[in-house]
C-alpha cells in the first residue's frame, strides 16, 4: 500500500490551505474538541439563519486528516440545515475525503470535526428549544 | 559510522517470530518498544509450561500443582529481587509501573501526607507519576512543585537541590520516556535522604535497558512494568524498603493479604504479601522471571551498550534530515534508546501512518507526557524507541520512510 491511499492531493491541500480557517465576532453557537490519541484540537464557530447554516468556521492544530476533513466538512455545511447536520454519519465523512483507507484510530482524526460541529448545532437547537 | 555489536541480533531474531512480519508489504521494523516490547519464544513458552502442567492458585492450596505453582511463583520474585539487588519481601507484584505508583500513594501517602506537605515532581514524568500525586495532593491539601528541563532535556538539578528541603516525597523518572534522558537517581535520592523525603523512582524506561540496583540508587521505591521488558502485559513490580512497607496500610483488602479475620476487623499478613490481595498474576509473574533470564544470558551492559550504538547512529543520521528536529539530549551519552522528533509541516500521526505504509512502528502522539509537550509547545512528537533486537539497517529504515514523508509534506 502506498501513502497515497490516505494523503490524497485534496487532503494535503485543504491542510495546507485551509478553507473557512479562522474565527468569526459573532456567531450563534460554538464547540471544541480534542482527540487525545493525535492531541488534534478542532472548534468550531457557527452562524445560523433560521434553521439553516449561513456561516461556519474553524480553528485547530493536528494532523492532515483532523483539519482537512474540518475544513471540508464547513464548506459543505454552509446552507444545510440542523437536520442535516444531525444526519451527518462516518460514512459521509469517509466519502467527503474520497474514501481513504484509514484505521480504527486514525478515524478518529476523521471524525473530529464532525463531532463539534454536531456539538455546536446540538447546542444551537437546545438553546431555541423552550424549556 | 558504528558496527560494532555487542549482540548478536540476528541470532537471537528466531526468538521473535513477529518480527519477521511482513506489514504493508515491508519487513517490519519495530521501534516502538517504549510502548511495549515484543515477547521472545522463551517467555511465551515459560508462561504456556505453566498453564499446560502447573496450574493452580498459590500459597493455598496444599495438593501437588499448589506447591509446584507456589515454588513457580515465588522463584519469580526471587529472580526479579536479584535482578534489582533487592531483598525477595521487598518485591511486591502488581499489574504494571502505574498501580506499582497508585499502591504507594494509597498506602503511604494517604496515610502519612498531611495539609500544605509537597510533592516534588519533574517536568519530564509520564502521567502515571503525575496524576496519582495530583489525586492525592488534591484530597490531602498537599502542594505539587515541578522540578524544570533544560533546553538538552536534563533536569535542572540545582532546582531539585533548592526544593528538596521542605518537600515529603520526591517522584521521579529514572530515564525520560519521551527525551531518553537518564536523570542521576542516585544523586536525587541521596539529596532526599538528607532531608527526610520519601523517594519514589519509576524505572518503566530504565529496568529493560541498563542496569537498576536499588541499593545503590538508594531509593525508597521503585516501579517497572514487565511487558516493557519481554515480559507479558499486566504483571509489574513495585521494589519497597522493607522497613516501609512493613509501616504502611494494605492497598487492596481481600484474600491471602491477611493474618486473621473477625467479624469487624482483620489483622495484615506479612509483606509483601500485604499488598497482593486476590488469586495473583501466577503466569505474568513466571513470565517476567523468563524475560529477566532471557536478558540475563544476553547482559543488561551488553544491551545497554547495543543500544547507545544504535541511538547514536540514529540521533547521527537524523540529524542530517533537513527539518527534522531531535528532542533531549543530542548525543547517545546520558541516554537511552528513546528518540522524539518531529519534521516541519507534517503531524506526528500523519508520519507515523506513512511510516507505517512501508513497515515501520513508531509512536506518535503526546507520549503521556502532556506537561513535557507544553514545555515544548508542541502538541505531539514522534518517538522511535530501541530494544535489543534493533540494527542500524533499523535506523536506516526509519531514514528511508522519513523522505517519503518528506515526499508527500515537503
Known amino acids: 500500500m502506498s501513502s497515497a491511499d490516505i494523503y490524497k492531493e485534496i487532503i494535503l491541500d485543504y491542510y495546507r490551505n485551509p478553507r473557512n480557517f479562522g474565527k468569526m465576532e459573532k456567531f450563534d453557537s460554538s464547540a471544541r474538541d480534542s482527540n487525545p490519541l493525535c492531541g488534534d484540537e478542532i472548534e468550531m464557530q457557527v452562524k445560523f439563519e433560521g434553521s439553516k447554516i449561513s456561516e461556519v468556521r474553524f480553528v485547530g492544530r493536528g494532523c492532515a486528516i483532523s483539519q482537512a476533513s474540518a475544513s471540508m466538512l464547513t464548506e459543505l455545511a454552509k446552507g444545510k440545515d440542523v437536520e442535516w447536520v444531525k444526519n451527518l454519519s462516518k460514512d459521509d465523512i469517509l466519502k467527503m475525503l474520497g474514501n481513504p483507507d484509514l484505521g480504527p484510530s486514525r478515524i478518529k482524526c476523521a471524525l473530529l470535526g464532525m463531532k463539534v460541529l454536531k456539538q455546536a448545532v446540538y447546542s444551537y437547537a437546545a438553546s431555541k428549544t423552550e424549556v | ?410
Open chain 2, 1 to 410: 559510522m558504528l558496527k560494532s555489536y555487542f549482540i548478536d541480533v540476528k541470532g537471537i531474531l528466531h526468538d521473535f517470530p513477529i518480527l519477521s512480519r511482513k506489514i504493508n508489504g515491508h519487513r517490519l521494523v519495530y521501534l516502538d518498544n517504549a510502548a511495549t516490547t515484543q515477547k521472545p519464544l522463551q517467555v511465551i513458552e515459560a508462561v504456556n509450561d505453566f498453564y499446560l502442567k502447573h496450574n493452580a492458585n498459590v500459597h493455598r492450596s496444599v495438593h501437588t500443582l499448589g506447591e509446584e505453582a507456589t515454588e513457580l511463583y515465588e522463584g519469580a520474585r526471587e529472580k526479579v529481587a536479584s535482578f534489582i539487588n533487592a531483598g525477595s519481601e521487598e518485591i511486591v507484584f502488581t499489574r504494571g509501573t502505574t498501580e506499582s505508583i497508585n499502591l504507594v500513594r494509597f498506602a503511604w501517602a494517604e496515610k502519612y501526607l498531611e495539609k500544605d506537605d509537597v510533592i516534588l515532581l519533574t517536568m519530564m514524568e509520564h502521567h502515571s507519576n503525575i496524576v496519582p500525586w495530583q489525586l492525592v495532593a488534591r484530597k490531602k491539601g498537599a502542594k505539587l512543585r515541578y522540578v524544570g528541563v533544560d533546553k538538552e532535556g536534563r533536569l535542572k538539578f540545582d532546582e531539585l537541590e533548592r526544593d528538596i528541603a521542605g518537600s515529603r516525597i520526591l517522584a521521579i523518572t529514572h530515564c525520560s520516556n519521551v527525551l531518553g534522558t537518564v536523570n542521576d537517581v542516585k544523586k536525587a535520592c541521596s539529596l532526599a535522604r538528607k532531608n527526610g523525603v520519601l523517594t519514589v523512582v519509576d524505572a518503566a524506561q530504565s529496568a529493560p535497558h541498563i542496569r537498576v540496583d536499588v541499593r545503590e540508587i538508594g531509593c525508597d521505591f521503585l516501579a517497572f512494568s514487565g511487558h516493557k521488558m519481554l515480559a507479558p502485559n499486566g504483571i509489574g513490580v513495585l521494589y519497597g524498603r522493607k522497613e516501609i512497607l512493613q509501616e504502611m496500610d494494605p492497598f487492596h483488602g481481600g484474600g491471602d493479604m491477611i493474618k486473621e479475620v473477625f467479624l469487624d476487623h482483620a489483622t495484615w499478613n506479612d509483606v509483601p504479601y500485604k499488598f497482593e490481595a486476590g488469586t495473583v498474576n501466577t503466569g505474568g509473574a513466571i513470565g517476567l522471571a523468563e524475560a529477566i533470564r532471557y536478558i540475563e544470558k544476553i547482559g543488561i551492559e551488553n544491551i545497554e551498550k547495543h543500544e547507545r550504538a544504535v541511538t547514536q547512529y540514529c540521533l547521527e543520521t537524523l540529524s542530517k534530515i533537513e527539518g527534522l528536529l531531535i528532542y533531549g539530549p543530542q548525543e547517545a551519552k546520558g541516554r537511552v534508546g528513546v528518540v522524539s522528533f518531529n519534521i516541519k509541516g507534517a503531524h506526528p500521526h500523519d508520519v507515523a501512518t506513512i511510516l507505517d505504509r512501508n513497515g515501520i512502528a513508531i509512536r506518535s502522539g503526546h507520549h503521556c507526557a502532556q506537561p513535557l509537550m507544553n514545555h515544548y509547545s508542541v502538541p505531539a512528537m514522534c518517538r522511535a524507541s530501541f530494544y535489543l533486537y534493533n540494527t542500524l539497517e533499523d535506523v536506516d529504515r526509519l531514514y528511508q520512510g522519513i523522505k517519503k514523508v518528506k515526499e508527500v509534506f515537503g
